[in-house]
């Protein structure tokens, strides 16, 4: 689906059909990690290619705070993976991509069209939790002061679309999670985006988007939309590894428009 970003952008979020994969992977798999085909996966990135104006630059993602710069004509195919979960560009003619299977994708924007970026927020990339976030500040905080620093545009100004995820009536998570984001617990009862879960003591639901969101308005920005659709509970529209375990992966990606 074309998501809106704003004049001189394009951005899409794919969904589990149009592809050539077999189950489990059917049909538009587009992560070359899980299992399936090399053959059928390039398939199916070429796929997602013909929806854009620029050439979708894959990642390997560590759920980590890493931003990657994109450059047209860099990193051609067959070059090592880019280690990342962020990238961002400011030229035409390549198209920032994460691949997500519940984990959260964040697109963003600057205004005329001066950069965009594509952000993965898992739980630990999100909270800046674990070896891969060192600063402890996490994925949204280090993609939104790249893309400021490289188009000079204020946070204020910035679009975010938070794409489908694990929703909130579905992300069981332990005590760990809670300790991630800096929750503690009191009676049960934890900050507002974590409810206890029903007749399971040291369980809660967490949600994930609101979570992103928070942090998004925590750095001034303004133009925050999406964050509704739930991964888990749509079984014919998108993968999720967390209700079938072996699953492929959507994307979400986004470019500057050519010309």
Do not use: Y
Not at 184 to 203: I, Q
């Amino acid at each position: 689906m074309a998501v809106p970003m704003g004049p001189g952008v394009t951005a899409v979020m794919t969904a589990r059909a149009g592809g050539v994969s077999p189950q489990p992977w059917a049909s538009c798999n587009l992560g070359d990690h899980v299992g399936d085909d090399k053959q059928r996966v390039h398939a199916n990135r070429e796929v997602l290619a013909r929806c854009l104006p620029a050439r979708p630059v894959f990642m390997e993602q560590v759920h980590g705070e890493a931003v990657a710069r994109l450059r047209a004509g860099a990193s051609p195919d067959g070059s090592p993976a880019i280690q990342a979960d962020g990238a961002l560009s400011t030229e035409p003619g390549v198209a920032c991509v994460v691949m997500v299977a519940d984990c959260l994708p964040i697109l963003l924007a600057a205004p005329q069209g001066r950069g965009v970026a594509a952000l993965h927020a898992g739980w630990r990339g999100l909270a800046g939790h674990g070896p891969a976030c060192p600063s402890g500040r996490g994925i949204v905080h280090a993609g939104v002061l790249a893309l400021c620093e490289a188009t000079g545009a204020d946070p204020a100004d910035l679009r975010a679309w938070l794409g489908p995820c694990i929703g909130p009536r579905a992300f069981e998570v332990g005590a760990d999670v809670l300790a991630g984001f800096g929750v503690t617990p009191v009676d049960g009862v934890a900050a507002p985006r974590f409810e206890p879960c029903p007749g399971l003591p040291g369980k809660w639901l967490a949600d994930l988007p609101g979570l992103a969101r928070d942090r998004l308005q925590a750095l001034g920005l303004q133009h925050i939309t999406g964050g509704e659709w739930c991964t888990v509970s749509a079984p014919g529209r998108f993968f999720s590894h967390r209700r079938d375990g072996r699953s492929g992966r959507q994307a979400a990606a986004i470019c500057l428009s050519a010309g």
